[in-house]
T-cell receptor, first 112, second 114 residues
Framework: QKEVEQNSGPLSVPEGAIASLNCTYS??????FFWYRQYSGKSPELIMS????GDKEDGRFTAQLNKASQYVSLLIRDSQPSDSATYLC????????????FGAGTRLAVHP | DVKVTQSSRYLVKRTGEKVFLECVQD?????MFWYRQDPGLGLRLIYF???????EKGDIPEGYSVSREKKERFSLILESASTNQTSMYLC?????????????FGSGTRLTVV
């Protein structure tokens, strides 16, 4: 059974701080990794994808991947109250049909 | 802008009714998916389709069926709605590519079965 684990939170950070969200996965042959943001009552929105070990930066967001440790993280710099949402980690496993396995999500609360 | 459109934002149905949830995408994506999302349980895959008329069961297919007669449309059918099917239903689509593409989600349908 392939699994993707996230701390449910809430993770509470002050405005302007760095928020660090973590995700571990069970399958060593995983190929692709995604972070989705989901506001309350809304559907998930893709914000980052990463495929190779290391860091990938996009604006205030940085995704970090360590395949040896089966670990992927999302850093949000200069956190804003508008970043308050649930962040879902998703992992693409080999085997066809582009099936992603989602973690249950981490709720982030950024307070002024 | 790419879009996945779900026909209803909110639905209220009675126990035993047959319920149809419709999803249409305009991106010419091969893959389409139906998930349900419940508090504390995350996203759970009900069914997915990788081509017209092709379907595969996900993790929780019991009580559901699907139909994909055209590439752009993927329907979820609750054969006889029950209260434990009250949930947020999310449709998604993606290109085909061995787990390398992210999904685009529709806005969701919040179904209440009474």
């Amino acid at each position: 059974q392939k699994e993707v684990e996230q701390n449910s939170g809430p993770l509470s950070v002050p405005e302007g701080a760095i928020a660090s969200l973590n995700c571990t996965y069970s399958d060593r042959v995983s190929q692709s990794f995604f972070w989705y943001r989901q506001y309350s009552g809304k559907s998930p929105e893709l914000i980052m994808s990463i495929y190779s070990n290391g860091d990938k930066e996009d604006g205030r967001f940085t995704a970090q991947l360590n395949k040896a440790s089966q670990y992927v993280s999302l850093l949000i710099r200069d956190s804003q109250p508008s970043d308050s949402a649930t962040y879902l980690c998703a992992v693409g496993f080999s085997g066809g049909y582009n099936k992603l396995i989602f973690g249950a999500g981490t709720r982030l609360a950024v307070h002024p | 802008d790419v879009k996945v459109t779900q026909s209803s934002r909110y639905l209220v149905k009675r126990t035993g009714e047959k319920v149809f949830l419709e999803c249409v995408q305009d991106m010419d994506h091969e893959n389409m998916f139906w998930y349900r999302q419940d508090p504390g349980l995350g996203l759970r895959l009900i069914y997915f389709s990788y081509d017209v008329k092709m379907k595969e069961k996900g993790d929780i297919p019991e009580g559901y069926s699907v139909s994909r007669e055209k590439k752009e449309r993927f329907s979820l059918i609750l054969e006889s709605a029950s209260t434990n099917q009250t949930s947020m239903y999310l449709c998604a689509s993606s290109l085909e590519g061995q787990g390398t593409y992210g999904y685009t989600f529709g806005s969701g349908t919040r179904l209440t079965v009474v």
